[in-house]
């Protein structure tokens, strides 16, 4: 791509790039990208010799929507063709009462080859350009409306590629522009200890989710591969440290597996994993995805670890599944069938 790629820069660098002899016009520049505009010709404060030459040298978008799918339940997924003929998949998910949540991708693919997810089958291409994530939020707030909250829990590692989102939070959340608040932020791992700790002591002061599935260290080295180099109870030290550090409560994630984590060994082993730690049970029955072999939880599976859970006093929220029928709910991007 020879054009600049405008949605991920400051004011300061929209000028600095473009070689802008008036300061004030990047500030311009970057207002109209943050409002949602789509074409140099919608910035009517700019003289038409600017916009003419705005559009010779730079995007406002570098990505395109290939396509849009719906789900009855209201989730929508979008499929984003990049500028080098990668794809990733965005999602708008709206809770109960009506909040829409973007969730956006932040590598094409994901190397961390998580057994029971869709996108842990694909491998990774490469990380996502700041632009890239924040043009993903814009596409959906294009298609959408204005959206409440951004999620970093779509396709990839965000800990692999936090410098793109740091930037991208910063654009997103830059009072001149979109001003979207960092407590509508949150930022989903499958457990990379080391960019627990340098979130924590670098910020930004955004909420943190941990995709945990079990406490049992046999069982998730064979769910999750990363913990053979990120062991559960170094992983937990570091839980402790952000939940402590930031002031904010962490989401423990858990998909359930029929016959794989349900059972009362596995609900004890994440009691014991919680105690002691600021956090939130978020349990998530198992997607399907045809090319895994797993299974969903029964209802009486799912019943028993909630009330398990919540006996001993564990902060516990069974997440409402959403977007099954287009493969846009958790463990499923990248199926498109």
Avoid at 303 to 328: M, P
């Amino acid at each position: 791509m020879n054009k600049i790629a405008l949605a991920g820069l400051l004011p300061d660098e929209i000028t600095e790039k473009l070689e802008l002899s008036q300061k004030f016009r990047g500030l311009q520049i970057f207002k109209w990208i943050g409002s949602g505009v789509t074409s140099f010709e919608s910035m009517t404060n700019l003289s038409k010799d600017i916009r003419s030459d705005l559009q010779q040298k730079a995007t406002l978008r570098s990505s395109s929507v290939s396509k849009v799918l719906k789900d009855p339940d209201g989730t929508i997924k979008l499929q984003i063709t990049l500028s080098d003929g990668g794809a990733v998949e965005t999602v708008l998910l709206t809770d109960k009462e009506g909040r829409k949540t973007a969730c956006v991708s932040c590598q094409v693919g994901c190397p961390m080859k998580c057994a029971f997810c869709m996108t842990g089958t694909l491998g990774v291409k490469r990380n996502l350009e700041p632009y890239e994530i924040v043009e993903q939020f814009l596409f959906l707030e294009q298609e959408c409306g204005k959206l409440d909250n951004i999620v970093f829990m779509g396709m990839g590692e965000p800990m692999l590629n936090l410098d793109s989102i740091r930037k991208a939070i910063a654009v997103l959340t830059d009072e001149r522009g979109r001003n979207l608040s960092a407590r509508r932020i949150t930022l989903s791992t499958c457990g990379v200890i080391k960019g627990i700790y340098d979130l924590a002591d670098n910020g930004p002061n955004i909420r943190l989710a941990v995709s945990l599935t079990t406490a049992d260290p046999d069982l998730r080295s064979e769910l999750m591969p990363v913990n053979l180099t990120n062991p559960l109870d170094k992983l937990r030290e570091a839980i402790k440290y952000y939940a402590e550090k930031s002031g904010k409560r962490v989401t423990l994630e858990a998909a359930l597996l029929h016959d794989k984590n349900t059972g009362s060994e596995s609900a004890e082993r994440m009691i014991q994993f919680t105690k002691g730690i600021d956090v939130n049970v978020n349990l998530i029955p198992w997607n399907p995805v045809s090319q895994l072999s797993f299974e969903e939880p029964t209802t009486q599976e799912v019943h028993f670890f909630v009330n398990k859970l919540e006996r001993a006093g564990v902060n516990v929220t069974l997440r409402t599944r959403r977007g099954r029928k287009i493969g846009g709910a958790c463990g499923q991007l990248g199926k498109t069938e």
